[in-house]
């Protein structure tokens, strides 16, 4: 008899002789316990596309909306991008629409900058003080004033330079943090951007690519990922990573390469040696690209597995296997990442791993790479013209700031010295949603609304073969007395009239939209183009048909790429800090939404704080516990961050993910975790400069006490899977 | 009834033994006064709790039983001295049972009442308790007969009930004594709850039969109440709970504690009542024995649970035993300690049996390591349950800890009063016992006094 | 393939090989069920809320190491330990299969809890909390929980009410995958099959026959509704 069986009988003859006197009512007991399935019904739900922005991703979503409010994002089946899936960034959007902390109407600075403390003004009153702040800088080619943005696609793009082409001297910086802007330093960044077949390769190698955490389109390298592991009947996609940590994406794969900070690279020249060695090259696609066999020959025949082996730090079996493996599994596809992009011999080294994927033949082929080259308009900017303008900042050349779509004080290490430029500037005006660490400084700030709230055009920037137009609209009515920025623009246009109101005579962002959309979508220019554009809104956006293949042109010959360099001296800084984005936060943007605080980190499983993660070795010889409250020092700066002790990890890399350590951004961002970036230290001398943010030397030190680390797995019982039988 | 004059007049046997029920002193006050404040901090941080939300607690996912549930199976575990205790010694005719039935029994009651509220106050939802009672309400909807808290309800609510019966039975003669020496408005009360009994021949055998079949009834409650108990652990699948030893050895546990407790009861009253002349070290050199053997058992038990448990090695059992072992060394030593070697080597003496003092020693500490051994058998194993990416750990929080100490002060407080305004002394039986003739007889080396004439 | 409603089994089929450890379920089921927010202190003393967790274990020493994730939800016990030691009924079993939660019965004595081997109960341990207007965003489709009351995954029962709901309107049975759970749907690589496990066509009765297929703590009885699938290449052997 079985254990539940045996209670039941128990139970039951315990309960007749209890009930013997009333068992009439007892009968009804289970139909009343279960509710009737032709009960209540719930209330019906409308649902409506539009687009994330949690990410510069574009995925498609559907949000629910039943009795005016929002109330959950899901993922756009129709969406090519997505095909229905989201992430949990995607989902948490939600909460910024009804955030506590969102700011509600115009605000003066009142108080000291950086205190916080403002008046709350008259939408009339914002705009006159922008039209005024604007005034002085129109038809002037001094340079006077910037406007801050994140890289812009499609109308916000156009709609921009419309606004700024009459702003002759205004800088126009388009940038932020992990924007991958190696990409287009690549040998092949001048195709478009990559989409990676990840579902019908073979065989995948990731150079630092956490494809499915942060790296250009998660969700949908993510779709392809769990097609590549399952969805064929014979065929199991296997997966190699290489790089120094131990991320959610190398935990995934099925071997793990331990590879030294900034020597990915030397694998993928092994994999050239072999392929040619065995004559298993591309020998068509080297042509298309100029490159000459013998010549690659040369460059990589040093790189047997006992030197790959040796310049990598992974033992020479593994490297042997996967050399193996990628030359005899086809098709085989390589992926070059943020983390061999941010070390200091970059250039080089992301020009190894696509010299493989050329010599595999992987353009435009089945399980390979294809490039859609954008037609829309794209402004983005590098971190060199970043340094130019913090330049100018420093030297008192800016009188004015517009600050949109960004969060340079927090996302630029001090070391940058972009906090101490951005001070002498005289007037920053915001157009934040939030009370965030730069919208703190500013001296106006005219809110925008929530994406939720909001009209827009969203361009994939990777991930889609065909050309897509992803569409935003407001799904509800703004829930504050905010304003859309490019409503603000187009405000602003007409309050300072001339040739500007003239050139921008659109009375909305959406009438301006409609009229930038019908020039890049065919079909809004035929028949009823209103219809058309609410049929597009309907389905999410604009799905164009597949693009040409892109065509390659003649490669410079790769070159070998020097040892990485790394900041400060190493007898002082003895370890390698590396600063990856959060998959919950990716560079801090999300972190004042409280679903993302408490989702716990896929690896230190870590909810509401950062951490420093810290191979076990290598605590137990500085002493160092789980949960210990560390310093850790750079040339740069000194920050504490409670320790995980992290298996996968170099013992002379110590890690911390970005996204906390915010001075503002509502309650639940301001002052929780600690910003990494204080330890960035700058390379000097790099030809290409930008964040490298895995080329600094730190020092650890513990300090003996408890850290504010709460993490949701159990550290020993973390390494007990046995007892699962898993 | 043999009115035969022995050593002491009938009346000044009286006297002595009713001295607990004199009017209060000052110390007496101070010492209710106390009590009661240490109640009312109990009830202030059951207001939070309720008020609040089981956040105020220690309790957690996966330690979702606490010191609520501990307190509970330690009060229940007390609760065995009395009732079980005087009915095994009733029908085995232990003449010198006597003098601590009274005192045992009272115990029972208070302790299973203390008991009863820790369910209660352990409840997350504690304002809708009722749902758990059988009781017709128009959605015909019952609780679940199948659950132990189901049966614990039931065995919990006849185990208050049936010993309060056994208790106020057996004072009856005792009632109408104190009826017959008060006055006024006590005279009414003792005289009602005394129910007309007068002493004549036929009530004494019908309370005689009466004591006997009750004696008989409340050793099974009893026995299934701790069983029960036990089962609410036993009957799941949490590793180190999962345990078919747990019924018996529950029930042992549950002795061992209470015997413990009657003998600290015994010290206690004696000395405050100035009873030396009634309990006699006599008395406590029997306790101390049975209270020697139980220990016996318990640690049989407790052997055979663990060495089962090492010898066995399942991964998920030995990990949770390891946890214990671990991080609840300096307790697991305490318990070893006060359960097994203190008491077993101690009680072995006849000094120390007949040793006050030892003997306070020796009971407080078992039951402090019993207390510890609830602990441990509760924690440990919900610690590190089946699942370990969520294994956790277990501290009291200060409203758990006072309300766990109030129950402490209650019980007192409760005792208190009832030494107040009942006999603490049975004194129809030891009067009975004091007229008997007493005979003394050779066993072994020992001279044992025992009674002829008892039937 | 078209089924009625009486010879529903819901099985949900997860799959080791697509799970990357990503937490898009984790949000969802938080988005699609009112689960009331915890903060830092509450994670630390164990008492987060969320219906599904991301079970990350390590295995092996650098350089060998591995970290292996398993989503873990409430397994729909066909023999359900949670259930016969409820005093109340709160938790209780469908003719669907589904161990079901009813809140308002529920008194709070925890028993459940720990009579769940998979630890997937989760306690109101206060009254929830939304500071204004981040209320708004709670589903009317579902109830909010107050303290004292325990709750967990219901295999998105709301889901499977409306899909019934919209079947009969159009006067026919469910479609196989017509019912998503939150988690299922949002789960990027789609390690997530939810369906009626007594359809043996459907796709999750197909999935449960694979080889790689286990269940958790098979040798306790439980029978639980959620099937695993073992991640497996080479470096995964079984
Ligand atoms: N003074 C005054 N009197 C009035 C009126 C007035 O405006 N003022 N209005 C009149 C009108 S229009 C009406 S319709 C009547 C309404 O009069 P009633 O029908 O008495 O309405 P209520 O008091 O709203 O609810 C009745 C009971 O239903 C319980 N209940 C709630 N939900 C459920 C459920 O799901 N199942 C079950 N079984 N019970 C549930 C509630 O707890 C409550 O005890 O009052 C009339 N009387
Ligand atoms: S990947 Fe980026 S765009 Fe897509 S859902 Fe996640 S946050 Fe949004
Ligand atoms: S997994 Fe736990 S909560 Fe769910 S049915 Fe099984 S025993 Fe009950
Ligand atoms: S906590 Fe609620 S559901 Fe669980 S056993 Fe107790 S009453 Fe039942
Ligand atoms: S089935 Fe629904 S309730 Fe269960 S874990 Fe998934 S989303 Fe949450
Ligand atoms: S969403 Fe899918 S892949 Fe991500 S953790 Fe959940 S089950 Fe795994």
Redesign the pocket.
């Known amino acids: 008899m079985k254990r539940r069986s045996f209670l039941q009988l128990s139970g039951m003859s315990l309960a007749t002789s209890m009930l013997a006197g009333c068992r009439k009512g007892n009968e009804k007991l289970l139909p009343f316990l279960v509710p009737p399935d032709d009960g209540i019904s719930p209330g019906t739900a409308n649902y409506y596309a539009s687009t994330c922005r949690q990410c510069p991703a574009g995925c498609g979503i559907l949000v629910r909306v039943s009795e005016g409010r929002a109330k959950k994002i899901e993922g756009n089946p129709r969406h090519p991008l997505n095909q229905g899936k989201l992430c949990a960034r995607g989902q948490a959007m939600l909460q910024e629409l009804y955030h506590p902390d969102r700011i509600k109407q115009p605000l003066a600075r009142s108080g000291p900058r950086g205190s916080g403390e403002y008046t709350p003004i008259s939408w009339d009153a914002a705009l006159q003080q922008l039209a005024e702040d604007l005034a002085p800088y129109r038809q002037s080619s001094s340079a006077g004033m910037a406007l801050l943005t994140a890289p812009l696609r499609g109308s916000m793009a156009t709609l921009t330079q419309d606004f700024l082409r009459h702003f002759p001297g205004a800088t126009h910086l388009a940038w932020e943090p992990l924007h991958p802007e190696w990409l287009a330093e690549g040998m092949l960044g001048e195709l478009g951007s990559p989409d990676y077949d990840i579902e019908n390769t073979q065989y995948l190698l990731s150079f630092g690519a956490d494809f499915l955490e942060s790296h250009l389109s998660p969700v949908r390298y993510g779709q392809g990922f769990g097609q590549f592991r399952q969805a064929r009947p014979t065929i199991r996609g296997r997966f190699s990573y290489i790089g120094p940590r131990l991320s959610m994406t190398a935990a995934s794969a099925d071997r793990w390469l331990p590879a030294k900070s900034g020597s990915e690279w030397a694998l993928a020249l092994g994999i050239a040696r072999r392929l040619l060695q065995t004559n298993r090259q591309d020998p068509a696609a080297m042509q298309a690209a100029g490159l000459s066999a013998a010549e690659i020959a040369n460059l990589v025949a040093a790189f047997d597995e006992a030197k790959v082996a040796e310049i990598t730090g992974v033992n020479l079996a593994d490297i042997r296997t996967t050399i193996d493996e990628a030359v005899s599994i086809s098709p085989a596809l390589a992926i070059v990442g943020e983390m061999v992009a941010w070390q200091s011999n970059a250039p080089a080294a992301i020009a190894a791993v696509e010299l493989l994927n050329v010599m595999l033949g992987n353009l435009n082929k089945a399980g390979g790479i294809y490039y859609s080259p954008t037609s829309s308009a794209q402004l983005s900017s590098g971190y060199g013209d970043l340094q130019r303008l913090i330049g100018q900042m420093e030297q008192g050349q800016l009188q004015l700031a517009l600050v949109y779509g960004s969060n340079p004080v927090y996302s630029l290490p001090p070391s940058s010295q972009f906090q101490q430029a951005f001070a002498k500037v005289p007037r920053i005006v915001s157009f934040a949603s939030f009370l965030d660490d730069t919208s703190r400084q500013a001296d106006l700030i005219l809110p925008g609304h929530s994406n939720l709230e909001s009209w827009g055009d969203i361009i994939p920037p990777a991930g889609v073969r065909s050309e897509v137009i992803g569409l935003m609209q407001p799904v509800v009515k703004p829930l504050h007395d905010t304003l859309a920025f490019p409503d603000l623009l187009l405000a602003a246009a007409k309050a300072l009239g001339g040739e500007l109101a003239q050139e921008l005579p659109q009375n909305s962002y959406l009438e301006y939209l409609e009229t930038d959309l019908t020039k890049r979508i065919p079909a809004l220019s035929t028949g009823d183009s209103r219809q058309q554009l609410d049929r597009l809104l309907q389905q999410g956006g604009w799905f164009g048909p597949e693009s040409e293949p892109a065509r390659l042109g003649r490669l410079m010959p790769a070159k070998l790429p020097d040892e990485a360099e790394f900041a400060g001296a190493a007898e002082q800084f003895p370890l390698q800090l590396q600063i990856y984005p959060s998959i919950n936060y990716y560079d801090g943007r999300s972190s004042h939404l409280p679903w993302l605080q408490q989702l716990p980190d896929p690896m230190s499983t870590a909810v509401w704080g950062s951490w420093l993660e810290i191979n076990p070795q290598t605590a137990a010889q500085l002493g160092i516990a789980q949960g210990e409250l560390v310093e850790v020092s750079s040339a740069a700066g000194s920050i504490q961050l409670p320790a995980v002790l992290y298996p996968g990890l170099r013992p002379e890399v110590v890690a911390c993910p970005l996204g906390q350590g915010h001075s503002g951004g509502g309650r639940y961002a301001e002052g929780r975790g600690t910003n990494p970036l204080q330890l960035l230290a700058q390379l000097e001398n790099l030809p290409q400069p930008r964040l490298n943010l895995g080329a600094t030397r730190v020092r650890i030190k513990p300090l003996a006490q408890a850290g504010a680390l709460a993490t949701s797995g159990h550290p020993e019982g973390s390494y007990r899977r046995e007892l699962l039988g898993l | 009834m043999n009115t035969r004059d022995k050593t002491y007049s009938a009346a000044r046997m009286n006297e002595a033994m009713l001295s607990s029920m004199q009017p209060p002193t000052l110390r007496w006050y101070l010492l209710a006064l106390v009590l009661g404040a240490v109640v009312a901090v109990g009830l202030y941080a059951f207001t939070v709790q309720l008020t609040t939300g089981m956040v105020v607690t220690g309790i957690n996912r996966p330690v979702m039983w606490g010191l609520y549930i501990i307190s509970f199976v330690f009060w229940v575990g007390l609760s065995h001295s009395g009732t079980m205790v005087s009915a095994i010694l009733r029908l085995s005719q232990a003449s010198w049972r006597r003098p601590i039935l009274r005192g045992a029994e009272a115990m029972t009651v208070f302790s299973i009442a203390v008991a009863g509220l820790f369910p209660l106050i352990h ?2 939802r504690n304002w809708i308790f009722y ?1 758990l009672i059988p009781y017709p309400s128009q959605y015909g909807l019952w609780p679940n007969f199948r ?1 132990p ?1 189901l049966f614990d309800m039931v065995a919990i609510n006849t185990y208050i009930i049936g010993s309060g019966i056994f208790l106020y039975i057996g004072m009856l003669p005792d009632l109408a004594l104190v009826r017959d020496r008060s006055t006024g408005w006590r005279r009414k009360i003792y005289g009602l709850l005394a129910i007309g009994w007068r002493g004549t021949a036929e009530q004494w055998r019908v309370f005689s039969r009466g004591s006997t079949l009750l004696a008989c009834l409340i050793i099974p409650v009893a026995v299934s109440v701790h069983s029960i108990v036990a089962w609410d652990f036993a009957v799941t699948l949490v590793p180190g709970w999962h345990s078919t030893i747990f019924a018996p050895y529950f029930v042992i546990g549950a002795i061992t504690s209470g015997v413990a407790a009657v003998i600290t009861l015994m010290i206690v009253i004696r000395k405050a009542f100035k009873l030396e002349e009634f309990l006699l070290p006599l008395h406590f050199d029997n306790m101390s024995k049975l209270l020697l053997a139980v220990c016996l058992l318990w640690s049989y038990f407790y052997f055979a649970e663990v060495f089962t448990t090492w010898y066995g090695h399942k991964p998920i059992e030995w990990e949770w035993f390891s946890y214990m072992h671990d991080h609840y060394g300096l307790a697991l030593f305490i318990m070893i300690l006060g359960n097994t070697i203190v008491p077993i080597v101690g009680l072995c003496f006849r000094r120390v049996r007949r040793s006050t003092a030892a003997l306070l020693g020796i009971t407080l500490l078992v039951n402090v390591a019993m207390f510890i051994e609830r602990f441990l058998i509760v924690v440990p194993s919900l610690s590190h349950k089946n699942i370990p990416f969520i294994w956790g750990s277990y501290t009291p929080s200060w409203v758990e800890m006072s309300i766990a100490l109030a129950a402490f002060a209650l019980f007192f407080l409760l005792y208190t009063l009832f030494t107040k305004f009942f006999p603490i002394l049975a004194i129809t039986d030891v009067r009975e016992q004091e007229e008997a003739l007493i005979g003394q007889q050779q066993l072994g080396r020992a001279r044992v006094e025992t009674l002829v004439n008892e039937e | 393939m078209t089924t009625e409603a009486k010879d529903i089994r819901w099985g949900m089929v997860i799959d080791l090989d697509r799970c990357t450890g990503c937490g898009a379920c984790v949000t969802a089921c938080q988005a699609e069920n009112n689960i009331a927010l915890t903060d830092q202190q509450g994670f630390a003393q164990g008492r987060n809320l969320q219906w599904l967790r991301i079970e990350r274990y390590w295995e092996g020493e650098f350089p060998h190491v591995r970290a292996r994730f398993l989503p873990m939800l409430c397994q729909h016990c066909d023999d359900a330990p ?1 259930e016969p ?7 209780y079993h469908t003719a669907e299969g589904l161990n079901g ?2 809140y308002n ?9 720990n009579n769940c081997p998979y630890a997937v ?1 989760v ?1 109101n341990f206060t009254d929830p909390s939304w500071p204004e207007p981040l209320e708004q965003q709670l589903s009317p489709d579902i109830t909010v929980r107050s303290r004292g ?2 709750e967990k995954c219901s295999f998105c029962i709301q889901r499977i009410r409306r899909g019934k709901e919209e079947a009969k309107l159009e006067n026919r049975g469910l479609r196989d995958g017509e019912v998503q759970p939150a988690c299922a749907q949002t789960c990027p690589p789609g390690a997530i099959s939810f369906g009626n496990l007594d359809d043996p066509n459907s796709r999750v009765a197909r999935m449960a026959r694979s080889p790689r297929r286990f269940r958790l703590f098979e040798d306790l009885g439980t029978e639980p509704s959620v099937i695993y699938l073992k991640g497996g290449g080479h470096e995964h052997p079984g």
């Open positions: 409840l997350g749902y659950s808290l | 949670c030691v409820c005093p109340v009924y709160a938790s939660q009813v019965r529920c008194v709070g004595t925890r028993y459940c809890a109960r306690f009351v325990m």
